[in-house]
């Protein structure tokens, strides 16, 4: 088995506040997550909470 390991970093030039907002809520979430610009994500939720879940549904766009 391979024990190769790869770390990725990136640094994020933005008040923590506004990027956890973005990262966590349902209402940005659909704005980002997406595979590609022919996919959307129609709904999001979100329950931070320990045991939570968290479920994002991705489709291809309509023509």
């Known amino acids: 088995m ?3 390991k ?10 923590i506040q506004q990027v ?3 990262w966590t809520l349902p ?3 659909v704005e980002w997550n997406n595979a ?3 996919w959307y994500t129609p709904s999001a ?3 931070l909470r320990a045991g ?3 479920i994002y549904k ?5 023509f």
């Open 2 to 4: 391979d024990n190769r």
């Open 6 to 15: 790869i770390t990725i970093k990136t640094l994020v030039k933005k008040p």
């Open 20 to 22: 956890w907002e973005l």
């Open 27 to 29: 209402e940005h979430i």
């Open 36 to 38: 590609s610009e022919d």
């Open 45 to 47: 939720e979100n329950d």
């Open 52 to 54: 939570g879940k968290f």
């Open 58 to 62: 991705m489709a291809a766009r309509p």
